[in-house]
């Protein structure tokens, strides 16, 4: 079983930053593609970022590209998302998920979520 716990939402206003973070346990390797997600309110869920299990290669969403920056600590076993310049269109609960691939963003487990809300 594996288990994956996000922290680091909260409420901020336009233009802060907030660092997320991903701990993940349990039976699976440290060097497991993983990704964020973010379900705003009345949409679906949408990619967000993904990054390699070594690190090496990372990935973004077009509405995230510049002001985002996905990372990991494997000594740790954490995957961060460090998001800044947020916007109101950022509020969302933020998910991160283990991926059965880096080049698959289907997701094998997922979290269950960290609330993001931006106010303007």
């Known amino acids: 079983q594996v288990q994956l716990v996000e922290s680091g939402g909260g409420l901020v206003q336009t233009g802060a930053s907030l660092r997320l973070s991903c701990a993940v346990s349990g039976r699976t390797s440290s060097r497991k593609a993983v990704a964020w997600f973010r379900q705003g309110p009345g949409k679906e869920r949408e990619f967000v970022a993904r990054?390699?299990?070594?690190?090496?290669?990372?990935n973004y969403a077009d509405s995230v590209r510049g002001r985002s920056t996905i990372s990991r600590d494997n000594a740790k076993n954490t995957v961060y998302l460090q998001m800044n310049s947020l916007q109101p269109e950022d509020t969302a609960v933020y998910y991160c998920?283990?991926?059965?691939?880096?080049?698959?963003?289907?997701?094998?487990?997922w979290g269950q979520g960290t609330q993001v809300t931006v106010s303007s």
């Open positions: 998920a283990v991926l059965k691939s880096y080049s698959d963003i289907g997701a094998e487990y």
């Open positions: 990054i390699s299990g070594g690190g090496i290669n990372t």
